[in-house]
């Protein structure tokens, strides 16, 4: 009896010993612990308002975290240049999965009540896209149901990365509602004060004129000062405001002349920029 207790208990020494050396080799790991490095560099910079306004474009986002981090934003195990993957708010990421691993390691951002958080997560795209097919628990339905719940009725404590293109849509609605007053014509827009001052009639709130992400007010579309609405060709393509500043996702909102709002990658936004001429602060 002795000798068997003493084998499961040698047994059960292997299993922590097992375990412990695993979790700190992934504690330790190389790549990680770079991408902790940068996680804190992002922190700093999205509470420093004087670093945020000279993120417009990634190209610039990636040469104020070079600055910063003063290390490759590449992965040192791999060798591979970290990506970005806006649409699983990934901020950076592995590029393909580790030697030894079939996970990544990547940088997840997050908008809160307290602003904007980013995190070292193992992040797999796989087994998230196999994951979203697979049926619910009943037990996440119900988190689900309580958490809706309790936003619905304490909406400060939800985070809504969204708030950013309500606002851009309620001030493109202000410039609907300023055309039609104005015989279809387009308010001044070379300057986003005055801009800001003739639209201020049509809105509740001075706010929405921000960006509750950035901090960093709308852009109106210089080409459209005292434009004729009619002579436009194609309103659902000309943007009548834009964000100076791009979102941790690498994301930009962009508002059009006929009232829709949506989001621009960056090849997409260089593309706009080109084509319309638009200003960066």
């Known amino acids: 009896m002795r000798k068997k207790k003493t084998l499961w208990l040698a047994i059960l020494a292997v299993v922590v010993v097992l375990l ?25 910079i999205w509470n420093d308002r004087n670093l945020i306004t000279q993120l417009k474009t990634p190209e610039g986002y990636q040469r104020i975290l070079k600055e910063r981090v003063n290390e490759p934003l ?53 087994a998230k896209a196999s994951k979203s097919k697979s049926t619910p628990s009943f037990f996440r339905i119900l988190f689900e149901f309580i958490w809706q719940l309790t936003s619905w009725f304490n909406p400060p404590f939800r985070p809504r990365p969204a708030d950013c293109q309500t606002n851009l849509r309620n001030v493109n609605m202000a410039l ?60 659902a393509e000309t943007p009548s405001f834009y964000e100076p500043v791009i979102h941790p996702d690498g994301l930009r909102g962009v508002a059009y002349a006929d009232g829709h709002v949506r989001f621009a990658t960056p090849s997409q936004w260089q593309t706009i920029q080109k084509r319309y001429k638009l200003p960066l602060p």
């Open 20 to 44: 412990l050396s695993t979790y700190v080799a992934f504690i330790s790991h190389p790549c990680r612990q770079r991408l902790k490095r940068t996680a804190s560099v992002l922190n700093e």
């Open 176 to 235: 609907m509602m300023y055309i039609q007053d104005y015989d279809e014509k387009f308010p001044p827009m070379k300057n986003v004060a005055r801009t800001q001052l003739v639209l201020s009639p049509y809105t509740h709130n001075m706010g929405i004129f921000f960006c509750p992400i950035t901090k960093q007010p709308y852009r109106p579309n210089p080409q459209l000062h005292h434009k004729p609405l009619p002579t436009l060709y194609y309103p």
């Open 74 to 126: 590449a992965c040192p195990d791999t060798g591979a240049p970290y990506q970005f993957f806006p649409e699983a708010s990934i901020v950076l990421a592995d590029a393909q999965p580790h030697k030894t691993r079939k996970f990544r390691f990547a940088i997840e951002w997050r908008h809160t009540k307290k602003g904007e958080t980013f995190r070292v997560v193992i992040w797999s795209p796989a």
